[in-house]
Nanobody
């Protein structure tokens, strides 16, 4: 059974920081692209950041310069450091894993991030 377990969400003030982590119970983690998406009420799910198995990164336009994605293949973990938070960052954040071999896609259950002004 595939599991992606997220942690680190919560309440932060504007200008503050949060770090999200996602641990995958998958042997394919090291051959997968890991990523974070978010969905605010009434909006579509959007890419926050992704990191390939080789470490190439991709960031959503709305968060560039404020977030950093990283991975630790030894711990099957992908993390998202978010700085200079804004109220518009408020959303449910989802961990995502896509096998670069089979293209199978996995999602975490989501973690709420709320940024107060």
């Amino acid at each position: 059974q595939v599991q992606l377990v997220e942690s680190g969400g919560g309440l932060a003030q504007a200008g503050g920081s949060l770090r999200l982590s996602c641990v995958a119970s998958l042997r394919i983690f090291s051959s997968s692209t890991g990523g974070w998406y978010r969905q605010a009420p009434g909006k579509q799910r959007e890419l926050v950041a992704a990191i390939s198995r080789r470490g190439s990164t991709n960031y959503g336009d709305s968060v560039k310069g404020r977030v950093t994605i990283s991975r630790d293949n030894a711990k099957n973990t992908v993390s998202l450091q978010m700085n200079s938070l804004k109220p518009e960052d408020t959303a449910v954040y989802y961990c995502n894993l896509v096998s670069e071999i089979s293209r199978s896609t996995y999602w975490g259950q989501g973690t709420q991030v709320t940024v107060s002004s």
